[in-house]
């Protein structure tokens, strides 16, 4: 699971993170926001909670994989890259016909 940030103190004791996490990950019939609720939390808190549990655990089954964070940007980036080579063709494109022009 997640780092504590620094700086702020952990409301919750690792122990019952994981004891919560645990119990959502046991309970097929309930959803989050119920187990939450029964617990005294909030439901994002509990969801992330979750969802840091399954990136701890898909990066210990694959190290060298990528967060969820991570492939987003990724993702971003990639694109970033197609349009900013987009963006040198027009403008190599246009320097090239401005040179012709001066030329004549």
Do not use: H
């Not at 019952?16 to 959803?31: C, Q």
């Not at 990724?74 to 090239?96: G, Q, S, W, Y």
């Amino acid at each position: 699971m997640g780092r504590p940030r620094k700086g702020r103190p952990t409301k919750y004791p690792p122990e019952f993170r994981a004891e919560a996490v645990e119990l959502v990950k046991r309970s097929s019939d309930r959803s989050i926001v119920e187990i939450a609720r029964d617990l005294g939390i909030s439901d994002s808190t509990l969801s992330n909670w979750v969802r840091a549990d399954r990136e701890a655990q898909a990066r210990a089954a694959d190290p060298e994989g990528l967060s969820e964070s991570e492939q987003e940007e990724l993702k971003r980036l990639r694109k970033e890259v197609v349009d900013l080579r987009l963006d040198r063709e027009i403008l190599r494109k246009a320097a090239a016909y401005f040179a012709r022009e001066t030329m004549r």
